[in-house]
């Protein structure tokens, strides 16, 4: 027993430490920072090997249908269906997709093999806050004045900061999945019954503090308004049978404070500023006309990252392609946008349907979030933003968990 959790630690530590080295080869001021980015091919050896190792095999076939479907969809524009113009690039993309799959799908049968999610999270965790941390300390200049956060949401007065990454809505990323993650492991230490030390939670509290401040002073609009989603989502749901019981008057109070809401924001014209000044203007008004002219509807124009819109990849003057709902059919056409949405349905509707298996609010609560993020990013399971990996694991665990007597298969390799 003692080697198990060892040989937990071990393969947890090196999973953090992929993390952490991944995340930090986007900060402008971390040296050998191209090695960092590729450590995770190392972990990718190492990973499949322990969930092998022992003889034992576990296979569920929610998460096989839940990651199939964006290997198939990614096979098929990386591989099938390719702009030939864009080899190099579609081959990249391809590849770098493939990698973060097969990290998140191993890595969530040697948790759940394991049986350690906490280590999981805890890990999750370091890596993020070690993360954070770093781009606070050696960016200290890039802390906004608190007096400006009422600018927030005024595109022409608010400032903004990176710290030290190249887009401050990465930063936004981050930081509020850090804060989740913190959220995520103060509920997991509450339902096993773990006090923390005071040091850890003094610790813990500190980092969330200044992953506030660094979220408020990117000034992401799309990443404050998904944290704040994902709470509402999250209370709405642990509260769900008191609601039940008193619909009648939850329904009017939101009824009467929604319709206050839209006639404020529509009489003064909040809407339409926000919309405009949000810079998503452009994915409509020039680069779809740009998709009919490449008259391609069924395969899109080329399977290659987002910023190949931005940097003209495709031969024409597209600019910033900001939202993945139109990034998907754009760039793999309307079948790949039709898998991808078979994809986004079978996760909905499990989570919808095992309401009681254990962390389902917060799951269910995360990919809601995630849906209304990418509405603004192009961050949907994506290998741009690390924190895929880290949604991925979290939805594909909770696919495991259902009815894991019947769904998950255990089969032993005799040895000679």
């Not at 923390?196 to 660094?214: C, G, H, R």
């Not at 990252?305 to 059919?329: C, R, V």
Request: glycine fraction near 6%; aromatic fraction near 16%.
């Amino acid at each position: 027993m003692k080697i198990a959790i060892e040989e937990k630690k071990l393969v947890m530590g090196l999973y953090c430490l992929t993390m952490l080295l991944s995340m930090l080869s986007i900060v402008d001021n971390v040296p050998l920072r191209g090695i960092m980015y590729n450590v995770k091919y190392l972990y990718i050896v190492v990973i499949v090997f322990f969930c092998f190792y022992d003889g034992i095999l576990i296979w569920n076939k929610r998460i096989a249908v839940g990651i199939g479907l964006l290997v198939l969809h990614t096979i098929l524009y990386g591989v099938v269906f390719t702009n030939p113009y864009m080899k190099v690039d579609t081959n990249l993309h391809f590849q770098q997709l493939m990698a973060i799959y097969i990290i998140a799908f191993f890595s969530c049968v040697y948790v759940y093999k394991k049986n350690c999610y906490l280590l999981f999270l805890e890990m999750t965790y370091l890596a993020l806050a070690v993360f954070v941390c770093w781009c606070a300390v050696t960016h200290m200049g890039n802390f906004v004045n608190p007096i400006y956060f009422v600018n927030i949401f005024s595109s022409s007065e608010r400032f903004r900061a990176d710290f030290g990454m190249s887009d401050v809505n990465y930063c936004g990323n981050y930081c509020i999945y850090t804060l989740l993650i913190s959220f995520m492991l103060r509920c997991e230490w509450h339902k096993q019954h773990k006090i923390p030390d005071k040091s850890l939670k003094s610790a813990v509290v500190v980092v969330d503090i200044i992953t506030l401040y660094m979220l408020l002073s990117t000034a992401s609009r799309s990443a404050i308004l998904s944290l704040l989603l994902f709470f509402v989502c999250y209370g709405i749901l642990k509260k769900r049978y008191d609601i039940i019981r008193n619909w009648k008057l939850v329904l009017t109070i939101a009824g009467v404070l929604g319709l206050c809401v839209v006639v404020v924001l529509v009489s003064s014209g909040a809407i339409s500023d926000f919309w405009q000044e949000s810079n998503r203007e452009g994915n409509f008004s020039i680069n779809y006309p740009i998709f009919l002219e490449h008259g391609n509807y069924l395969n899109g124009m080329g399977y290659v990252d987002n910023s190949g819109f931005l940097n003209k990849a495709y031969g024409y003057e597209t600019t910033a392609m900001d939202i993945y709902f139109l990034y998907i059919p754009f760039a793999t056409g309307i079948l790949g946008a039709l898998i991808i949405l078979v994809q986004m349905i079978y996760l909905l509707y499990q989570l919808l349907r095992y309401s009681s298996t254990e962390g389902r609010d917060l799951a269910l609560s995360l990919f809601i979030m995630m849906l209304y993020y990418a509405i603004w990013q192009v961050n949907y399971m994506n290998y741009r933003y690390h924190t895929g990996i880290i949604h991925m694991m979290i939805l594909f665990l909770f696919l495991m968990r259902i009815n894991e007597e019947k769904d998950v298969y255990v089969l032993k390799i005799q040895r000679r």
